[in-house]
């Protein structure tokens, strides 16, 4: 069954919507934490690995041409905390993902969300902006 | 007319958000709540499918016992209070007077080689140097600084050992009297050797760290002539305080404190500890899939 493509850019106006992705070794510069992506598509690897784990996904989208999503999160270990598995998802399972999207456009995102096809959620991770605070389970 | 930009601005962000919120607040459908998620702890499993323990809330402690921090500690407010991705915790990159660094210009210059991947100076996946990312491992004082998470000490009568979980690695603390060489090879974890000043506090010197490891994780430099001062303070049976203080006077025209009590919690003897290695295969496959795409370098 073709995933529904459904994406939203929503720009942050005036308020700071989100905060910053965390990448333990790899940085927030490519990503556009002002805002934030939806996608529906059929998983295709969940790769469950260091240095973050990465999800896998063919979208179609309004035009009915598939896209290759990929959309990652923290690693292995940060991920159980959030009730994430090795088995989370297999291939054929049908997501609903929210994620901040790369600033170049290209078809990866960073986890804020996934909701799978019965409904259950999983939580990416994120952190302020300064050095000041702790990370926290996503949404907050 | 400022005000009004500002309301018009927030009623556009209001607008625009509203069924992105609606969709997050709905109710929940499964078992899987987001008050599970705001207390992960409760429903996470460690490596052996065991429920990860939660911490024992509004628990009084009993006093700590003399000479001994073994144990396992992780973080104790959150196990990911420790990440210190902004730089050390006490002295954090993001701009504010209070934590601008002593540079010598011999250290402003070395930082400006550093190209981390957070911070304000942070550069694309793709372009770092960061030694972290290619599976260098972190040395001393950076791993107290960056990914600071569930450690296991251990203690023999001549030495206590530090088992970290990021990068599974170990080092070695002598408590048997000796002093550091006085003209040592670096190594990535210098040589450090340590003192108990009281009957709850280990203070760890340690010196010969090799000048490729970086002080945290947005670039701080460091040079030969590094000394690093762990200052181990066990508050009770439960609760250890880490006190990091780095020393470089090539770097740095004074000595500063990089980590300032850290508060760290005693986890059961059953906690397993999960692995997290950097696997250069890994590394490579995550570089091939997002960071390059990331970095518009290459294609997935």
């Given at each position: 069954m073709k995933g529904k493509f459904l994406m939203i850019y929503a720009l942050g106006i005036g308020v700071s919507m989100f905060s910053a992705p965390l990448f333990a070794h790899h940085g927030n510069a490519a990503y556009d934490t002002d805002k934030k992506i939806t996608v529906k598509g059929t998983v295709t690897q969940w790769i469950w690995s260091n240095p973050h784990c990465m999800l896998q996904l063919d979208v179609t989208d309004d035009s009915g041409q598939s896209v290759?999503?990929?959309?990652?999160?923290e690693n292995p270990s940060t991920m159980t905390r959030n009730g994430w598995t090795e088995k989370s998802f297999k291939s054929g399972d049908q997501v609903t993902v929210t994620a901040i999207p790369l600033k170049n456009s290209r078809p990866v995102g960073r986890i804020i969300e996934v909701v799978t096809a019965n409904g259950e959620k999983l939580s990416g991770i994120r952190v302020p902006q300064t050095g000041s605070d702790s990370?926290?389970?996503y949404p907050k | 007319m400022l005000r009004r930009f500002v309301a018009l601005g927030v009623v556009l962000a209001a607008l625009i958000f509203s069924?992105?919120?609606?969709?997050?607040?709905?109710?929940p459908q499964s078992a899987t709540t987001n008050d599970q998620v705001a207390a992960p702890a409760a429903r996470a499993i460690d490596g052996w499918?065991?429920?990860v323990p939660a911490p024992a809330k509004d628990q009084k402690s009993a006093p700590a016992p003399h000479h001994d921090i073994s144990g396992t500690w992780e973080p104790a407010n959150g196990a990911l209070d420790g990440l210190g991705i902004f730089g050390a915790k006490g002295m954090p990159e993001d701009g504010k007077p209070e934590h601008q660094l002593p540079f010598t210009p011999l250290g402003l210059e070395a930082l400006s080689r550093m190209k981390p991947t957070f911070g304000p100076r942070s550069v694309l996946p793709?372009?770092?140097?960061?030694p972290v990312v290619y599976c260098d491992t972190?040395?001393?004082?950076?791993?107290?600084l960056n990914q600071l998470r569930t450690t296991q000490i251990l203690q023999t009568p001549s030495s206590v050992v530090l088992l970290y979980q990021f990068g599974k690695v170990w080092r070695v603390v002598w408590t048997d009297g000796r002093e550091i060489p006085k003209e040592p090879e670096p190594r990535w974890y210098g040589y450090s050797v340590g003192k108990w000043v009281?009957?709850?506090t280990l203070v760890v010197q340690t010196s010969g760290t090799d000048e490729r490891t970086w002080v945290d994780h947005v670039g701080r430099p460091h040079s030969a002539d590094l000394h690093v001062e762990e200052r181990f303070h066990r508050v009770d049976q439960d609760h250890l305080e880490l006190t990091v203080t780095l020393d470089d006077p090539k770097m740095y025209t004074k000595?500063?404190?990089?980590?300032?009590?850290?508060?760290?919690?005693?986890?059961?003897?059953?906690?397993?500890?999960?692995?997290?290695i950097c696997s250069p295969s890994e590394i490579a496959e995550y570089n091939r899939l997002i960071g390059n795409t990331a970095s518009d370098k290459g294609t997935q």
């Open positions: 290759h999503w990929i959309a990652e999160t990370p926290t389970a | 069924p992105l919120m609606r969709s997050q607040s709905a109710p499918g065991r429920p793709a372009d770092t140097n960061d972190q040395g001393i004082p950076r791993e107290d009281d009957d709850y000595p500063w404190v990089a980590l300032d009590r850290f508060p760290m919690r005693l986890q059961p003897p059953s906690f397993d500890i999960r692995e997290m």
